[in-house]
């Protein structure tokens, strides 16, 4: 039965309901075989723009005998006899349709006869549970080019061909919203976890636990406006503030507040801008207690207010980890504040600490009031919110339970409530411009003021690679605010030749990320100070720019001098993408779509749609190919001059990272 709701078309046969609705410039396409859809809201849509298109008369809903028809601003679905969709651009070109391989039992001119039995959606019901695992899937098609998804550790820009975990784990985000190049978007509007496979011969998403299918589709001309409509109804960050634009400093660990206040002392006195110092993990006494121990900081107001006079901003570490000896964990645990394990006890990865329910409001209230009074009430803004995925015990999903729900079934949104904590409890305090560093995210994030670094990543020209491919695709994917640990964050020895090479260029490519953010946990390492609380935890050497010798001090120097004078450019970015979502990082395709090279080049990267990047991403290279597409360029580095449309050899000694500049 096919029957027309406002600017919806819903569809019930058998066991199945199906409805697909005008949801801002896109459709929202849901299917469930329980009796009604969700009365609540688990994906990353924001309900409230679910009308945005229907003002300006784009919405058009019709049945046609045994089919619909459902348009929206570029994009029209057709609903076939049988259920399957095809979506069509504005030129009525396919851009998507369903992959269905059942007998003509409809009689429908679009769906081929099959003896295969193999059905676009299947719902297998989980057993004893009031779920299904969920397979939907989609044909392939030659040629097709994938980008976005989130951030994973693998070189591969165009995500064709790639299987997919759609999980969150260190230095992995599940972020599934994509951009085609065949001119649609589309998210995956489900937190379950699962996977989803980018195949040759077909596509096929799977939610291991869940209640119904959830997705997004929208068309249109151009990669920025399939962003820019994905951004009106999953949200934008909000506008950077200044202190973001610049550099930031940051070690595992410093272990004293005297510690950290000379570092920044001298970069005053060497005239380095610095924008924010960063107090990391284990400056507690126990997990969970959110605050200093005073053994070691022993008066944090006053290194708040010394920092801020000097005009640098203040990061503090916060874990979700609760430990059972915190002075928190009764009231927590009597709460209900807590995840639960279905079996055993209640751990994380780390022995004797529970982890904190961010999927549960009243956690989350919590949690901050803690952070409110022991932080925020000194002057600190600005929160590292480290363990994000969360660290369970070997990503078990399936031995863990939410407030909202099983983690098998909603798990991926985690680190978006964590973010969400920090973000509505700073911002019931009135502060606006809110930011957070975070190690994970999911769809939507971006709106709860999610910086996201790419975990703990390894020190090697290997991960360098890997997180090009991973900053770039989390733009496509939403989360315009990127950063990485310069120089990666294990294996890194300050006294190696190899490892002041990768530093310097990474460094480099650190001025053209998003935000520039120096850390890592490097060798060789340092005792702990005591034996209990916040000082029985051993810290890594010195890691700010002058600890790797003079060539590479310099060279820090020059890279940091840059930043500050793209200041003003770099502002802009940071509006657009508070306004439109744009990515202050993206591939050459997103400002030269219609440059078929441009879709193919993998190692260099927009900044901006002024100024392109060119990272040297291999051992020993003083030199690399460089395509420029239409229009002039000029070398930042030396002021020679390029026509367009050619690959040039641009040379790239130590202290050079090719960079261009639209003219």
């Not at 919203?177 to 195949?199: C, D, E, K, Q």
Request: hydrophobic share 35%; charged share 25%.
């Amino acid at each position: 039965m096919l029957r027309i709701c406002n600017d919806a078309v819903e569809r019930r046969y058998d066991k199945e309901l199906l409805r697909v609705e005008a949801w801002g410039k896109g459709l929202r396409v849901r299917a469930t075989e329980r009796q009604a859809f969700l009365s609540e809201e688990i994906g990353a849509l924001l309900p409230e723009r679910k009308g945005a298109g229907c003002e300006s008369g784009n919405v058009s809903v019709r049945i046609e005998g045994k089919e619909a028809l459902i348009s929206n601003g570029g994009i029209r679905c057709r609903i076939l006899a049988n259920g399957e969709l095809k979506f069509f651009n504005d030129r009525d070109e396919i851009v998507l349709e369903e992959y269905n391989r059942t007998r003509n039992m409809y009689e429908s001119t679009d769906h081929f006869e099959s003896a295969l039995e193999i059905l676009s959606r299947t719902f297998d019901p989980v057993q004893g549970a009031d779920d299904y695992r969920l397979t939907v899937r989609f044909e392939a098609c030659d040629g097709e080019k994938i980008f976005g998804m989130g951030q994973y550790q693998q070189p591969y820009l165009d995500q064709k061909g790639c299987i997919i975990e759609l999980s969150q784990r260190n230095s992995q985000s599940s972020v599934p919203f994509l951009i085609s190049s065949r001119g649609y978007g589309m998210l995956w509007n489900n937190p379950a976890i699962g996977h989803v496979t980018f195949g040759r011969n077909l596509t096929e998403w799977t939610a291991e636990s869940t209640k119904e299918m959830d997705y997004w589709i929208v068309a249109a001309d151009t990669p920025a406006k399939i962003e820019e409509a994905y951004a009106e109804v999953a949200g934008t960050v909000p506008m950077m503030p200044e202190y973001g634009l610049g550099f930031w400093q940051c070690k595992l660990r410093y272990q004293t507040q005297e510690e950290i206040l000379e570092v920044a002392r001298r970069y005053r006195r060497e005239n380095i801008p610095l924008d924010v110092i960063v107090v990391d993990y284990f400056h507690w006494p126990h997990q969970g207690d959110w605050d200093f121990d005073r053994d070691y900081w022993p008066d944090p107001k006053a290194m708040v207010d010394e920092l801020t006079e000097m005009g640098i901003t203040l990061m503090v570490s916060v874990w979700p980890t609760v430990q059972t000896d915190s002075v928190n964990y009764a009231e927590m645990a009597e709460n209900g504040f807590l995840i639960r394990a279905e079996h055993g006890k209640n751990t994380s990865f780390l022995a004797g600490a529970a982890v904190t329910d961010m999927t549960n409001p009243g956690a989350r209230e919590f949690v901050f009031s803690v952070l409110k009074r022991n932080y925020y009430d000194l002057g600190i803004r600005l929160f590292w919110l480290d363990e994000a995925e969360p660290e369970l015990t070997g990503y078990e999903y399936k031995h863990y339970r939410y407030f909202m729900g099983p983690d098998v079934e909603i798990g991926n949104r985690y680190p978006l409530d964590y973010a969400r904590m920090a973000y509505e409890g700073m911002e019931k305090e009135g502060q606006e411009n809110i930011v957070n560093l975070i190690r994970c995210a999911w769809a939507g994030s971006q709106r709860y003021g999610a910086l996201v670094w790419s975990g703990d990543i390894d020190s090697s020209f290997r991960s360098l690679r890997n997180q090009l491919s991973a900053g770039l695709n989390m733009g496509i994917a939403g989360i315009p605010w990127w950063t990485t640990d310069i120089g990666g964050f294990h294996g890194g020895n300050i006294y190696s030749e190899r490892f002041k090479e990768l530093l310097a260029r990474w460094f480099a490519f650190g001025c053209f990320c998003p935000v520039m953010r120096l850390h890592g946990f490097r060798a060789p390492f340092k005792e702990p100070l005591g034996t209990s609380g916040g000082g029985a935890t051993i810290s890594g050497a010195e890691n700010e720019i002058w600890s790797y010798g003079p060539e590479i001090f310099e060279i820090c120097k020059k890279y940091i001098a840059l930043r500050e004078r793209l200041r003003p450019y770099i502002r802009k970015l940071m509006k657009e993408a508070h306004e439109k979502g744009t990515p202050v990082m993206r591939p050459l395709f997103y400002d030269f779509p219609k440059d078929s090279r441009a879709w193919e080049i993998d190692d260099e990267y927009m900044f901006g749609p002024e100024i392109l990047v060119a990272p040297v991403l291999k051992e020993g290279i003083t030199e690399r190919a460089v395509y420029l597409p239409d229009g002039m360029w000029m070398n930042m580095e030396d002021g020679t001059e390029y026509q367009g449309n050619q690959t040039i050899t641009a040379p790239a000694p130590i202290d050079v990272i090719p960079v261009f500049r639209k003219i």
